[in-house]
């Protein structure tokens, strides 16, 4: 573990560093801090939003032995609390770990992904583009981005990034957590319109929180395409 824990060595880059936990969520190295971490058992921490963070690493990890996951963080740079990305692989009775700082998408990544969704949707119709949309390995959900579709017709989702279950269900009496019926704002522009922007609250998902998004909505064929970001 020296390697690790040296701030000098290979294992540090600016905000990027290793760390290391054991199956009962005590810390073998972390090149953050290793004089104050290594040994501490912090199995029951939470993250800033109270995520049981280490008991998830080890759950995930019990499955697979690779796995990604999200939470937030105090960003010691910037002493802000961000979401966080950690990428983990499990190595005997070891836990390695990885994280990143996410950058929040802006309304012009937004925008781009929009036009990227729309262009596909016109090439290979909407059947072939939703699998695409939904893949959450995909373009097209990246961090707090993500498209999603809703037919024109029955209200039902043909894509959903953040949630690809939802896929055929009734998303037309969707409403947000203000009340705020969204999706028939959505589908009432797109159909008088053809396109515009709605503003509601929503699930983050990189943060866990309900946060203000805007959304631009675009209608293609029979369905509405969107993507929206959230705010500060």
Do not use: C
């Not at 319109?193 to 203000?212: L, M």
């Amino acid at each position: 573990w020296p390697a690790f824990n040296s701030r000098e060595g290979a294992f540090v880059n600016k905000d990027l560093y290793v760390y290391v936990i054991d199956r009962t969520g005590t810390y073998v190295a972390n090149g953050a801090a290793a004089d104050t971490l290594v040994g501490l058992k912090v199995l029951d921490s939470v993250d800033a939003a109270g995520k049981p963070l280490f008991r998830e690493m080890i759950a995930v990890t019990d499955k697979q032995a690779e796995a990604r996951i999200r939470y937030v963080w105090l960003n010691r740079k910037t002493n802000r609390v961000e979401p966080k990305v950690a990428w983990l692989h499990r190595q005997g009775d070891y836990i390695l770990g990885v994280g990143y700082y996410v950058p929040r998408a802006s309304a012009d990544d937004a925008l781009k992904m929009l036009d990227a969704a729309t262009a596909l949707v016109r090439q290979r119709g909407m059947a072939q583009a939703a699998g695409v949309f939904n893949d959450p390995r995909g373009s097209f959900v990246h961090d707090d981005l993500y498209v999603f579709a809703i037919n024109l017709d029955d209200g039902r989702f043909e894509a959903m990034g953040m949630n690809p279950r939802l896929t055929g269900s009734d998303a037309s009496d969707l409403h947000d957590a203000e009340g705020h019926a969204l999706v028939r704002e959505m589908l009432d522009l797109a159909k008088r319109k053809g396109e515009g922007r709605v503003d509601y609250v929503w699930r983050n998902p990189v943060t866990n929180a309900v946060e203000k998004k805007r959304s631009f909505i675009r209608r293609e064929g029979h369905s509405l395409i969107g993507v929206g970001y959230y705010a500060e």
